[in-house]
């Protein structure tokens, strides 16, 4: 199981985004917190089954939400640079 290691801008994503859920539906924001929890399981298990959005990143769509969580594997490490809004402007953590 490789290392995931959250940046600091995707954190904010994350952490936004809960703070949206938490404010109508504490219920949501918890099922948020664990699909959150078990797609970064799935992507340390196995990072380079999930498909590329570019030369570097991967990404992982979460089932109930509107998110995709992008990565990339950097030796045997996992970096997360984006938690992304489906509606939000799509390559906006690019520079990341």
């Not at 990143?57 to 950097?74: G, K, M, N, S």
Request: glycine share 2%; charged share 30%; hydrophobic share 40%.
């Amino acid at each position: 199981m490789a290392n995931v290691t959250i940046c600091s801008a995707a954190e904010d994503d994350y952490t936004e985004s809960l703070k949206w859920y938490a404010e109508r539906s504490i219920e949501t924001a918890n099922d948020f917190d664990a699909e959150f929890d078990r797609a970064l399981s799935q992507i340390a298990d196995a990072p380079e089954r999930f498909p590329k959005c570019d030369s570097r990143h991967r990404y992982f769509l979460l089932r109930r939400f509107p998110f995709r969580i992008i990565f990339r594997i950097e030796g045997a490490d996992i970096v997360v640079v984006a938690v992304a809004h489906g509606s939000r402007s799509p390559d906006y953590w690019t520079d990341r």
